[in-house]
């Protein structure tokens, strides 16, 4: 069974730092494109990042292109996401998937990690 842990999250500042990672488990992910999704309360789920399954490519959205920084340890089987230059507008529950399309959202498959911006 596929398990995806998501740790990381909490609250800071505009202009601070967090990584985010995501410890997967139950199969091998070393040969699947990974990604990383965000659900602010009362938007819809929002596509963030994705990553191939060799690191060598990456994909973000517009709205964080620049900031964030998707990157992966095969060898741990951990996905992280840097986030620099946090926005009140990066709040959101953030969780990761696997076999992703970049581009495309889709649902928590874990608990996935608060993020909470202040102003």
């Known amino acids: 069974q596929v398990q995806l842990v998501e740790s990381g999250g909490g609250l800071v500042q505009a202009g601070d730092s967090l990584r985010l990672s995501c410890a997967a488990s139950?199969?091998?992910?070393?040969?699947?494109?990974m990604g990383w999704c965000r659900r602010a309360p009362g938007k819809e789920r929002e596509f963030v990042a994705a990553?191939?399954?060799?690191?060598?490519?990456?994909y973000y959205a517009d709205s964080v292109k620049g900031r964030f920084t998707i990157s992966r340890d095969n060898a741990k089987s951990t996905l992280y996401l840097q986030m620099n230059s946090l926005k009140p507008e990066d709040t959101a529950l953030y969780y990761c998937?696997?076999?992703?399309?970049?581009?495309?959202?889709?649902?928590?498959w874990g608990q996935g990690t608060q993020v909470t911006v202040s102003s």
């Open positions: 998937g696997v076999d992703v399309i970049p581009g495309q959202a889709w649902d928590p």
């Open positions: 139950g199969r091998t992910f070393s040969n699947s494109a």
């Open positions: 990553i191939n399954w060799s690191g060598d490519s990456t």
